[in-house]
């Protein structure tokens, strides 16, 4: 080509780029920051001062977009981290930074010109969001309508990220958890997930250069066989929601030596959601440093027991550091100096590895040497052969005995730089100099040794390492400084395949003479470009070990001729969501959500109907009448919520007053009146008919001042109203989302109700608050999950409209609009990124305010108005000493016009928000004006708040706190009325302050009743408060419990497995006399409460505190039987659990007695029967055995089975732990164990899917270690059948990436059913038995995650009850016919 012509004053800078804006004109951008512009004679046209640095990236979309017609944009991107759009007459659209200041390296605009892409140096890819559209017909960019005549990119989450200088060398892989950590010569660390193939952690910026890294593993407790044992197993204890990871510093770019070469650091993490947050201090990144090396650190290494961590240096030097990790909650980790060092290497050292027993060290160093050390000392074994047979760890040594076969022929020490092992001891992998990473069978000894090869790197790879249960493998690239995740599968070969055309992602066997067997045998790696997949076990070990029975029944691979249908849920999600609980615009209803279901509580009457013509009162009943001292012969009289029947009253008797300002007169019913209520005008509202129920109550005696005494004087009838409670209740479902529901929100008219849920694509379902019927499902546009939801309050004129909120890192806001009518089309109209503290409500202001609505959460309110498509915010303003605080919740407020406030649009109603602070706050636009205290001040935070009525007569705010503390407000904000829940039943008085069953997170009100949920899972409904009296003031705190203990409760903490039903009454039970335990069943969480309930009426009977030497214990498995002839049942009680985090209690057995009283005792406390692991299962044999005594077996996580006796009269335990009742075949934790018919055998399934049986026969179970063949129990009777294991089930297990864990299984009594509740929420019903693959079932869903248990009740087949791990619901279905 020529070159182009400077003109005269033109001064010609570098060219950097250039791309053509028209047929005849081409740009050109400079090192000056210039932009050239040449005609098409190759003169210099023009010169625009674009950036105050080279310009390093210039695009256009004229070719793409307007082809002849015209330039429409350029976009140019600057050494300076600017990126600026500029159109064809060089006016600038847009101009924004890059995140982080990095310099631009490439740009890219979407042919609409809507989406731009940017490129940085810092190996970052980001997409840009630009406002405005491109008009083809102009061939120019025209801008939108926003406010002040401005339009904002918004930028987005990266798409790519990575390391970004010199080499990359540091990797680091958690073998239980799915995550791994890199670092590099860009001076930073990173933490990755999986799954998401996506960071998982916010950066953390290192002072150097960085090239080894490590990171710590919590021990499994119960291992007493080694790491390599243990991983063996399948069990291990993943050490919770904190990491800890060390770094060594330092490495060589020719650049000489760092002063902090050889210095560690250990950087701790906790989890919160799905994100690792490095644990600060200060506002400043916490770590722990040592710096006993002199060189850079090359490798980096935690001991198997996490008790040791080894540094090796290019000082030729390894240094041995004592680790401890505090066990007081925070997990911090300390790092004990002066070190132990082994210093016998010739050159600095390359790789090092653990024994399983964290006892030995061998290393590797540049000089070529493998040698041996002591970790307890430091000091030289200089025996290899002494340690020949010991296990390692990890093989990451590239010298060794068991890798002499992945060396090229005429290679040198350095072609190989990392070698990684497989968990499973099958494969090994290797990343060599020339960008290869390659894959041998373990051990590789033969020279030339067959192997898979997989290019991608350009450069040499510089590190391998596997991920946990060898789901993937990492590799790194040292100049290219790429981390590669590749998927590990297996499958099986077409044998007439040969292996080079079969090899998956382009690999190739190579090497060796044999090189088509050894790759036949090779598992395929590839590129991981599809979603992630669960890790499941490739080999099942129980297949092996099933034989069928010499007679085995008619097998009917068909689907059941029943549905499954859901008739109950217990439970209600609250822990993390609030706001969800509403009464609904039907009498007597109330709407709330647990697991994925949306649930309508419906109130009913005798009659089975829930319509308000039905009533609980009739004529001729004798009821108290609750008095206001100040409405005292005024006839505003209450007819009480719980008042019994009352004899009437002899003359000159006196009814003593419950309160000093409330008293309760005797009365009868005379006469009913029902009087039309006017509803609203509103013709879409479909309000249904309302009526006020009163009555004429002729009174048996009276009182007219407060210091008159009651009498028995007549006096005239006068009118009460009437408090109507349902007899019972039904609930309808709201199905369809497919992960757990986070909130919940409900229409002003209390007609529709929309529910969002988390996942990789949240929905939004707005759906009928009667029927349940879904009405609409918005389109996905949040990430992660729905953070919040809140409906308009517009007036009849007005749109519809709802808001909704994201989990995403910005927390997206998006506004929808009913379009349809009755929220049967929906459009979004406008939407708009907040920050990045977490949201907790949205709420929308009355017509004429200021702004639409607010969202707040954590130290924030913000105050969001809409124009032109774009929700903007502004923060709240909290005024001059005030601190910005904690807002959880808002309302509208109806406190009367304002005449001496100018500039409010909206006189009748105020802002009312809940604080942290523990007072309730008030706003003038987004001006703070004044506080109402709650509570002391920050003593408890006000968790929920509630406001009703648009009259002062009707006014009212309610508002709760985390101590259980209820508090109704009038329209002035003075106190109405206080209600403490600790005094509304014996299970919350016994809770300490603070206790989550106390901690309130919803409140609502209707007429006069208070709806309260907590955190603790339960739902109350109380008495309101009548009209304000005229201080104010009441001095009735008495709460009124409008039922019988919680409307709705459940389990509330971490997970829920334990479930058991009673069994059926012996055979020479009284069949006359009703069985006292039939329809109850039991359940245990890590909650701590062993709960009775009762199908009946759909509520908690009876309940226990589990406890263990005075501490709360979790639970995860009980066990049901009754005693023969007595009126009492016995059930036994596993504890422990694992929550996430490291137990020391282990696990241990209670015994309770259960009689037909509904009484519930504790016959020890267990203390003499703990196990070393948590009991994940428990059964009886309900026939007595071994003298009359009951047998209890129980299955641990520390692999063993140990059977008890107990006294079936002093029902307590009668045989302790010891090595005849303790089997220990299993090398995993026993997850299931059932008993044989008549007792004597037993079999069990453990957590590495191994089916073994045991003989129980025998003095002192003295053949309960000997081992049984499946071929010797193929014919016996199972007097239950719970595993998920065997010959009859073998077909409920799927193959391929449809596979999921099957975590429990059931038979029904008659045997004809299998229940079976895995791992992704479902219920599904096989006949039973069920041998052959590719059998049919029917599915019911409704839980949220995995169903962690099943049971059919005892005496029928029809009722079936599940329990959810995360989603801690029990769930009750039933059949149908299909």
């Known amino acids: 080509g020529k070159k182009g012509k400077k003109g005269k004053k033109g001064k010609k800078g570098k060219k950097k780029k250039a791309k053509a804006i028209k047929s005849s004109e081409a740009v050109v951008g400079a090192a000056s920051g210039e932009l050239y512009v040449f005609d098409d004679k190759r003169n210099l046209k023009e010169i625009i001062n674009a950036h105050a640095k080279a310009v390093m990236a210039v695009y256009s979309i004229a070719d793409s977009a307007t082809k002849a017609s015209g330039p429409a944009c350029l976009v140019t991107g600057g050494k300076d981290s600017k990126v600026r759009i500029w159109t064809s007459t060089w006016e600038m659209l847009h101009d924004f930074t890059a995140p982080g200041s990095a310099p631009i390296s490439s740009v890219c605009l979407r042919g609409d010109a809507l989406k731009l892409l940017v490129g940085t140096q810092r190996s970052e890819i980001y997409e840009v969001d630009v406002p405005g559209s491109l008009s083809q017909s102009e061939g120019m960019l025209v801008k939108g309508k926003y406010e002040d005549g401005k339009a904002s990119c918004e930028i987005g989450n990266a798409l790519v990220k990575g390391h970004y200088q010199h080499e990359l060398w540091g990797l680091a892989v958690h073998t239980r958890k799915r995550v791994y950590c890199t670092v590099g010569d860009d001076c930073t660390l990173r933490l990755w997930d999986v799954a998401i193939r996506k960071e998982c952690a916010e950066l953390v910026a290192l002072p150097c250069m960085a090239r080894a890294c490590a990171i710590h593993e919590y021990p ?47 950087y701790s993490y906790t989890k919160e959601g799905d994100i690792y947050k490095p644990v600060t201090r200060d506002g400043e990144v916490a770590y722990v440093q040592i710096h ?30 004592g680790v401890d990790v505090e066990d007081d909650g925070e997990g911090a980790i300390k790092i004990k100096s002066p070190p132990r060092t082994f210093k016998k290497h010739s050159s600095y050292i390359t790789h090092f590895d653990f024994d399983c027993k964290s006892m030995y060290l061998q290393s590797n160093c540049g000089a070529y040497e493998l040698l ?40 040198d020490g350095t072609d190989v730089n990392a070698v990684a092992r497989s968990g499973a001891n099958t494969l090994i992998a290797t990343a060599d100099d020339f960008g290869k990473v390659k894959l041998f069978r373990y051990p590789a000894v033969q020279k030339g040794a067959g192997s898979l090869e997989y290019r991608g790197h350009s450069s040499h790879v510089t590190n391998i390492r596997w991920t946990a249960l060898d789901e993937c493998l990492i590799s790194t690239g040292g100049n290219d400084r790429c981390v590669f995740q590749w998927r590990h599968e297996v499958f099986e070969r077409d044998p007439m395949v040969s292996p080079a055309s079969s090899a998956a992602g382009g690999a190739r066997p190579a090497g060796g003479e044999d090189d088509e067997s050894d790759a036949e045998a090779l598992d395929m790696l590839d590129e991981d470009d599809g979603p992630a997949k669960d890790a499941f076990m ?78 609980k009162y009739e004529e001729g009943d004798d009821v108290l009448i609750k008095c206001m001292e100040a409405e005292a012969g005024t006839g505003k009289l209450i007819i009480g919520a719980e008042a019994p029947a009352f004899e009437a009253v002899e003359g000159g008797a006196e009814l003593e007053a419950h309160e000093t300002a409330c008293f309760w007169l005797p009365g009868t019913l005379k006469k009913r009146h029902v009087e039309q209520v006017p509803v609203s005008k509103n013709k879409e509202a479909e309000q249904p008919e309302q009526k006020l129920d009163t009555w004429t109550v002729e009174l048996k005696a009276y009182r007219d001042s407060k210091d008159t005494q009651l009498s028995d004087k007549a006096t005239k009838p006068i009118r009460a109203s009437c408090i109507r409670r349902p007899t019972s209740y039904k609930q309808v479902f709201h199905s369809g989302h497919d992960d757990d529901i986070t909130c919940l929100a409900i229409s002003h008219d209390r007609q529709f109700v929309a529910t969002g849920q988390v996942g ?46 994201g989990l995403d890192e910005l927390h997206t806001h998006a506004v929808w609009r009913d379009d349809g009518g009755h929220w049967s089309k929906v459009s979004m109209i406008a939407s708009g990124r907040g920050g990045k503290d977490k949201v907790s409500f949205v709420h929308w202001l009355v017509d004429g305010s200021e702004f639409k609505f607010v969202s707040g959460g954590d130290d924030h309110i913000d105050f969001w108005t809409i124009s032109g498509g774009i929700c903007r915010s502004k923060k709240g303003l909290f005024g001059g000493e005030k601190k910005p605080t904690t807002i959880t919740g808002a309302v509208n407020h109806f406190m009367g016009p304002s005449d001496h406030e100018e500039g409010v649009k909206t006189p009748g109603f105020r802002l009312i928000t809940a604080c942290a602070t523990g007072s309730l706050f008030r706003w003038e636009g987004r001006n703070f004006r004044d506080e109402t205290p709650f509570t002391k001040q920050g003593e408890f935070p006000v968790s929920a708040i509630a406001a009703i009525g648009d009259t002062l007569l ?94 709705v409760q459940g389990h509330y903490k971490h ?84 929550a996430g985090r490291r137990s020391k209690g282990g696990g241990g057995i209670k015994i309770f007695t259960f009689d037909h009283s509904y009484n519930l005792l504790c016959t020890e406390e267990g203390e003499a029967h703990k196990l070393t692991g948590w009991v994940s299962d428990l059964k009886f044999y309900d026939t007595p055995v071994d003298g009359g005594m009951f047998r209890l077996a129980a ?121 079976i509740g895995d791992a992704a929420g479902r219920l599904s019903l096989y006949n039973n038995p069920c041998p052959k693959k590719g059998a049919q079932g029917v599915c019911g869903t409704g839980h949220s995650g995995h169903v962690m248990n099943v049971r059919f009740a005892s005496d029928t087949d029809e009722v079936l009850v599940t329990c959810g791990g995360n989603d801690r619901c029990i769930m009750r279905w039933g059949f149908s016919s299909q």
């Open 538 to 615: 490739t080999v099942k070990p129980w297949v092996g070990q099933i034989t069928a029975p010499s007679l085995a029944p008619t097998l009917d691979p068909r689907a059941p001729d029943h549905a499954l249908s859901l008739e109950w849920v217990y439970g209600y999600r609250s822990q993390d969501t609030r706001h969800n609980l509403y009464y609904t615009c039907h009498d007597n209803s109330i709407v709330y959500h647990a697991a994925s279901m949306g649930v309508i509580l419906k109130g009913l009457h005798d009659s089975g109907s829930s319509s308000s013509e039905e009533e």
């Open 1055 to 1138: 997970e829920l497995w334990g479930l058991a039903f009673p069994p059926p009454p012996l055979p020479s039970a009284d069949k006359s006399v009703k069985d006292p335990f039939k329809d109850l069943f039991a359940t245990t969480g890590d909650d701590g409460t062993l709960r009775i309930w009762n199908m009946c009426t759909n509520s908690v009977v009876a309940e226990a505190n589990l406890t263990l030497g005075g501490v709360r214990q979790m639970s995860r498995a009980v066990a049901w039987t009754r005693a023969e002839g007595a009126g009492v049942s016995v059930l036994a009680v596993g504890l422990g659990g694992d």
């Open 292 to 321: 006993d090396a002199h060189e850079w650190i090359s490798d980096i290494k935690f001991s198997p027991d996490g008790k040791t961590l080894a540094v090796g240096s290019h000082d030729n030097a390894i240094y041995l550091y």
């Open 954 to 1047: 009707t006014s009212r705010l309610v508002a709760g706190n985390t101590n259980g503390t209820v508090k109704v407000f009038d329209k002035s904000m003075k106190l109405v009325a206080e209600y403490k829940l600790e005094n509304l039943s014996d299970s919350l008085f016994d809770t300490q302050a603070g206790d989550w069953r106390r901690h309130i997170r919803s409140v609502d009100m209707m007429d006069q009743r208070i709806l309260i949920g907590t955190k603790g899972s339960e739902i109350f409904e109380i008495r309101a408060p009548t009209r304000s009296p005229s201080d104010g003031v009441s001095t009735d705190e008495k709460i009124l419990n409008l039922h019988h203990g919680p409307l």
């Open 220 to 266: 499994d407790e119960d291992n007493h066989g080694g790491a390599e044992e243990t991983k063996s197993r399948g069990h291990w204890s993943d050490g919770g929601d904190r990491l800890h990871i060390a770094v060594g510093m330092g490495g060589s770019v020719g650049q000489g030596r760092q002063k902090l070469d050889g210095c560690v650091r250990v």
């Open 372 to 411: 041996f050390s002591d970790v307890s000392t430091g000091r030289q074994i200089t025996s290899a052969s002494s340690l020949r047979d010991e296990e390692w760890a990890t093989w990451t040594c590239t010298l060794g005995w068991p890798v002499q076969g992945i060396w090229p022929p005429c290679a």
């Open 760 to 805: 990789k694509n949240p929905t939004v379902r707005i759906w009928h608050a009667v029927s349940g019927a879904l009405l609409t499902m918005l389109p996905v546009v949040h990430q992660r999950g729905i953070a919040a939801l809140g409906f308009s309050q517009s007036g009849e004129d007005g749109p519809r409209c709802l808001a909704s909120v």
């Open 1195 to 1315: 299955a641990s996580h520390d692999n063993s089975i140990v059977i008890y006796g107990i006294d079936p009269d002093q029902f307590e335990i009668v045989s302790s732990p010891d090595k005849k009742n303790v089997i220990t075949k299993h090398d995993a934790a026993v997850m299931h164990i059932d008993f044989s018919d008549d007792g004597h055998f037993l079999q069990s399934s453990d957590a590495a899917q191994n089916l073994t049986y045991h003989n129980l026969g025998g003095e002192n179970f003295e053949h309960a270690m000997k081992k049984i063949s499946s071929r010797e129990t193929a014919d016996f009777e199972w007097a239950s059948w719970t595993s998920p294991l065997g010959w009859p089930v073998y077909g409920i297990w799927s193959d391929g990436p449809a596979e999921v864990d099957i975590n429990a299984c059931h038979r029904s009594p008659s045997g004809r059913f299998l229940a």
